[in-house]
């Protein structure tokens, strides 16, 4: 089905613990140029009572220890002046040499000229830029809503016990309509689930979901498995898996040790060799 009239991720695609997130992993980007500390809890200078910050930068310049408070506001409209005073009067609590705030908005021009006046950066860190950052290559198009607001970060991997042989799959939900999309390598079937709505593949395997899990009953199995906590691989540890070149899987994935899940609800742990 090709449908056309693409429309990137919306606000509503992403939650604002994610948003707060993606800016964390943005800044670990500069530790090389001091620590930085996420969701991290610091004094108040005053009361003594701890107060909560997104990011804290800290650098060591010339002898001297500069502190960066760094807060980030996911929002539907641009950032007023009472956003840039809340950032104000935190920076100034927690003994902040300098703020940030990193917003997907913008902020209109009242609220730009107070953080202006008080040495406050802005920057502006898209949801599109902060989910590509937390879940990478992962978004699909939902044929329900038209949108590409499925996250595929419901992949995993088992160890087949009686086959010895690995079983992966892909699937993920929707962020809007929660629909369950699911891709079974396998034999290649691809369904759509709503809740307690199971399916069998052309593997003889059956699907089922419910809310926030995913269950597969094998095909010579007389029982349903959980596997929405199973382990999650990398697009290397695939590649070696499918019996590619080594140039399509990396070597930092050899010599590591790897603890999969199983069938039966145990555990397979094996290391992977350069041979």
Same mark, same amino acid.
């Given at each position: 089905? %090709?449908?056309?009239?693409? +429309?990137?991720? %919306?606000?509503?695609?992403?939650?604002?613990?994610?948003?707060?997130?993606?800016?964390? +992993?943005?800044? @670990?980007r500069v530790k090389e140029m001091g620590e930085v500390k996420r969701n991290f809890m610091i004094p108040d200078k005053e009361t003594g009572s701890n107060r909560q910050v997104d990011?804290?930068?800290?650098?060591?310049?010339?002898? $001297?220890?500069? =502190? *960066?408070?760094?807060?980030?506001?996911?929002?539907? /409209?641009?950032?007023?002046?009472?956003?840039? /005073?809340e950032v104000i009067a935190l920076a100034n609590a927690v003994n902040a040499d300098k703020a940030i705030i990193v917003t997907n908005s913008g902020i209109n021009a009242f609220?730009? +000229? #107070?953080?202006?006046? =008080?040495?406050?950066? &802005?920057?502006?860190?898209? &949801? %599109?830029?902060?989910?590509d950052l937390i879940?990478?290559? +992962?978004w699909l198009m939902c044929y329900d809503c038209n949108n590409e607001c499925v996250v595929m970060d419901w992949d995993g991997v088992l160890y087949r016990e009686d086959l010895e042989l690995f079983f992966y799959w892909q699937a993920g939900r929707c962020r809007e309509c929660r629909d369950l999309y699911i891709y079974c390598p396998e034999c290649g079937g691809r369904k759509i689930l709503e809740d307690s709505d199971p399916w069998e593949c052309g593997c003889g395997h059956r699907w089922k979901t419910n809310? %926030?899990?995913?269950?597969?009953?094998?095909?010579? #199995?007389? #029982?349903?498995?959980?596997? @929405?906590?199973? *382990?999650?691989?990398?697009?290397?540890? &695939? =590649?070696?898996?499918?019996?590619?070149? $080594?140039? $399509?899987? $990396?070597? @930092? &994935?050899?010599?590591q040790l790897y603890r999969i899940g199983t069938d039966t609800g145990g555990r397979y742990d094996f290391i992977i060799t350069g041979n």
């Open positions: 089905m %090709e449908i056309l009239n693409f +429309k990137r991720p %919306e606000l509503g695609s992403m939650k604002w613990q994610e948003y707060q997130d993606a800016v964390g +992993k943005l800044y @670990d990011a804290w930068w800290q650098m060591r310049v010339g002898g $001297h220890q500069f =502190n *960066t408070l760094i807060d980030a506001k996911m929002r539907s /409209e641009p950032l007023d002046v009472k956003d840039v /005073e609220a730009a +000229k #107070k953080a202006e006046l =008080n040495r406050l950066d &802005i920057r502006i860190f898209s &949801i %599109e830029d902060a989910l879940v990478p290559d +992962k809310k %926030e899990q995913l269950f597969i009953k094998f095909n010579d #199995k007389r #029982k349903y498995l959980r596997i @929405d906590k199973s *382990t999650k691989v990398s697009a290397a540890f &695939i =590649n070696w898996l499918l019996r590619l070149p $080594h140039e $399509h899987w $990396h070597q @930092d &994935i050899v010599g």
